[in-house]
Nanobody, 126 residues
Framework: VQLQASGGGLVQAGGSLSVSCAAS????????MGWFRQAPGKEREFVTA????????DYTDSIKGRSTISRDNAKNTVYLQMNSLKPEDTGVYFC????????????????????WGQGTQVTVSS
């Protein structure tokens, strides 16, 4: 499984940005997908995840209500739309795929995700 993230960039506080992640796998719908981010000098942290069929989502509290994760299984792509961005949202955003979880379970530990994209930089200026 190869994951290719794209769409990061520089945006002012209060602005919006969308990042996407394309997967090169024939069974994309078999994977729970997640987004993690890593700020400079900090550990990688969970941001959001979406179930295999897209009917279940979970968000870290800091972005809840400001961001939306979605997926298009026909296009093997997962999206993260981020609104009302804050400087503390700055970081490298990584998409990840989890094959082992059950359909109803969205895991938040990076150790549970088997495959990772290369990351895309999101910078929010104040």
């Amino acid at each position: 499984v190869q994951l290719q993230a794209s769409g990061g960039g520089l945006v002012q506080a209060g602005g919006s940005l969308s990042v996407s992640c394309a997967a090169s796998v024939s069974t994309f719908s078999s994977y729970t997908m997640g987004w993690f981010r890593q700020a400079p000098g900090k550990e990688r942290e969970f941001v959001t995840a979406i179930s295999r069929s897209g009917d279940i989502t979970d968000y870290t509290d800091s972005i809840k209500g400001r961001s939306t994760i979605s997926r298009d299984n026909a296009k093997n792509t997962v999206y993260l739309q981020m609104n009302s961005l804050k400087p503390e949202d700055t970081g490298v955003y990584f998409c990840a795929a989890d094959y082992s979880s059950s359909r109803m379970l969205l895991r938040k530990s990076s150790a549970d995700y088997e495959y990772w994209g290369q990351g895309t930089q999101v910078t929010v200026s104040s």
